[in-house]
């Protein structure tokens, strides 16, 4: 099983609709984040968590929320969708460690959302 | 502002040839970097990162280097295989903020 699931894996949605994008891991890391891609931008995060009592807002927050329901839960919410939130959307988790291999720094990322505004 | 660049949308190498993919960025706080690979319909996953404090690091087929005074870096892939097609990311961040910022990504296509 996936490590960082995302729900739905597609959705296409109308101007104005309320859309809830959820994410769950199974790593148990404390950090949570949501990104967008779009093409020519690379990805851009929106919101992260530290914790379950922790939210901050990213580079590009506005219109969107999100909710840590539990240290392995993060939704991202669109409350009236439009067009130009039409992209991909990633979770990621991370963890600080040191250890053997890999990065103190590595987020894990989920398979990501596409969403579609019409 | 984009903070992190990739100037090169795209590159195509042949199978067996060195692979060199760039970034750039001008924060200069940034100092850790990281590279990620991207599948189609997959998310992003970890390749390669290097501290500040190197000005290179090497894993297996994988080589970053990091030159500070030009705030550039870059990834050397050899030797070049067809399972190496895929998009790449940079990415740059200042240790203790967390926050990871993107470059827009190089299409590396292996010709096999």
């Known amino acids: 099983d996936a490590d960082v699931t995302q729900t739905p894996r597609n959705r296409i949605t109308k101007t104005g609709k309320r859309i809830m994008l959820e994410c769950s891991q199974t790593?148990?890391?404390?950090?949570m984040y949501w990104y967008r891609q779009d093409p020519g931008l690379g990805l851009r995060l929106i919101y992260y968590s530290f914790d379950v009592k922790d939210i901050n807002k990213g580079e590009i927050s506005d219109g969107y929320s999100v909710s840590r329901q539990a240290q392995a839960k993060f939704s991202l919410s669109l409350e009236s969708a439009i067009p130009n939130q039409t992209a991909l959307y990633f979770c990621?988790?991370?963890?600080?460690?040191?250890?053997?291999?890999?990065?103190?720094?590595?987020?894990?990322f989920g398979p990501g959302t596409r969403l579609t505004v019409t | 502002d984009q903070q992190v660049k990739q100037n090169s949308p795209s590159l195509s190498v042949q199978e067996g040839r060195i692979s060199i993919l760039n970034c750039d960025y001008t924060?200069?706080?940034?100092?850790?970097f990281l590279w990620y690979k991207k599948y189609p319909a997959e998310g992003p996953t970890f390749l390669i990162s290097?501290?500040?404090?190197?000005d290179k690091n090497e894993d297996g087929r994988f080589t970053v280097f990091l030159n500070k005074s030009a705030k550039h870096l870059s990834l050397h892939i050899v030797p070049s295989q067809p399972g190496d097609s895929a998009v790449y990311f940079c990415a740059a961040m200042r240790t203790g903020a967390n926050n990871l910022f993107f470059g827009t990504g190089t299409r590396l296509t292996v010709i096999p």
């Open positions: 924060n200069s706080m940034f100092d850790y």
């Open positions: 290097i501290s500040s404090i190197k």
């Open positions: 990621a988790t991370s963890d600080f460690f040191l250890g053997v291999g890999g990065s103190p720094y590595e987020q894990y």
């Open positions: 790593k148990g890391h404390d950090r």
